[in-house]
């Protein structure tokens, strides 16, 4: 599945990031955040960021997110990594 997202040109260019940079970091921003809500699994935000487990907890270390491991989380990250 592909999303589309319109951004403001101005908006783009105010980010501290090359063209290329921009769709990773993005990916990886909307996986914490995701995350960090509640609505993702670890397992799942690492393959939105397209990161493996250890550099999706790299990057959520340096913003501050905790892992928040309750059994349903373990249970769907083991089935995840089933998969």
Do not use: V
Request: hydrophobic share 45%; proline share 4%.
């Amino acid at each position: 599945m592909s999303i589309t997202l319109e951004i403001d040109e101005d908006a783009l260019r105010a980010l501290p990031l090359k063209p290329g940079e921009r769709e990773e970091h993005m990916k990886t921003e909307l996986a914490c955040r995701y995350y960090a809500k509640g609505w993702l699994s670890f397992g799942q935000a690492a393959r939105l960021a397209g990161l493996d487990h250890y550099a999706i907890a790299a990057e959520m270390t340096a913003r501050g997110i905790p892992r928040n491991l309750t059994l349903a989380d373990a249970e769907a990250e083991i089935a995840d990594a089933r998969r």
